[in-house]
T-cell receptor, first 109, second 116 residues
Framework: TQLLEQSPQFLSIQEGENLTVYCNSSSVFSSLQWYRQEPGEGPVLLVTVVTGGEVKKLKRLTFQFGDARKDSSLHITAAQPGDTGLYLCAGTSGSRLTFGEGTQLTVNP | ETGVTQTPRHLVMGMTNKKSLKCEQHLGHNAMYWYKQSAKKPLELMFVYSLEERVENNSVPSRFSPECPNSSHLFLHLHTLQPEDSALYLC???????????????FGAGSRLTVL
């Protein structure tokens, strides 16, 4: 069974702070996705990374795929209250998409 | 309407009721999914339909019965549920079925189910 472990599970920070969320596995994935889910909504895709060592930037969000394609990180610079939500990573291997438990981020004004 | 639409958004039912969740996608996608989202647990894949054929059924109890009449619509029929079935049920769609490309999903807003 493939597992994706996300850490931390909960994170509460002040506006303007930086943070990093981690997604780790012992399994290799052909690609990895990050989603954000806001209260009362479904997850929305933020990014897909497919190459080991790949780094993608989306405004203040920086995503990195590990060299061995077993882990990923999401770094947010100068967090804003609008970044509040549940961040989910999901890895693809063959026909299977495996989700992590998520990191609940709260950014306080 | 655009994207993936789920109805109802909230549902409260007794253990002996029969109800259905509906999902509609307006994206021209070929695959549709039902996921269960419970607190502190990863999203659990329940069913996958690709080109209207069920391609995956992850050992889901028979009290959950999916139906996919066409590539745009997906239903989840509910019968004699248990309180532990209370959760957010998410519908999703993807351009192609599992195993093709990065398998990017577009989710609906979910149906919050409470079983009394």
């Amino acid at each position: 069974t493939q597992l994706l472990e996300q850490s931390p599970q909960f994170l509460s920070i002040q506006e303007g702070e930086n943070l990093t969320v981690y997604c780790n596995s012992s399994s290799v994935f052909s690609s990895l996705q990050w989603y954000r889910q806001e209260p009362g909504e479904g997850p929305v895709l933020l990014v897909t990374v497919v190459t080991g060592g790949e780094v993608k930037k989306l405004k203040r969000l920086t995503f990195q795929f590990g060299d061995a394609r077993k882990d990923s990180s999401l770094h947010i610079t100068a967090a804003q209250p609008g970044d509040t939500g549940l961040y989910l990573c999901a890895g693809t291997s063959g026909s299977r998409l495996t989700f992590g438990e998520g990191t609940q981020l709260t950014v306080n004004p | 309407e655009t994207g993936v639409t789920q109805t109802p958004r909230h549902l409260v039912m007794g253990m002996t009721n029969k109800k259905s969740l509906k999902c509609e996608q307006h994206l021209g996608h070929n695959a549709m999914y039902w996921y269960k989202q419970s607190a502190k647990k990863p999203l659990e894949l329940m069913f996958v339909y690709s080109l209207e054929e069920r391609v995956e059924n992850n050992s889901v109890p028979s009290r959950f019965s999916p139906e996919c009449p066409n590539s745009s619509h997906l239903f989840l029929h509910l019968h004699t549920l248990q309180p532990e079935d209370s959760a957010l049920y998410l519908c999703a769609s993807s351009q192609d079925g599992p195993g093709t490309g990065a398998n990017v999903l577009t989710f609906g807003a979910g149906s919050r189910l409470t079983v009394l």
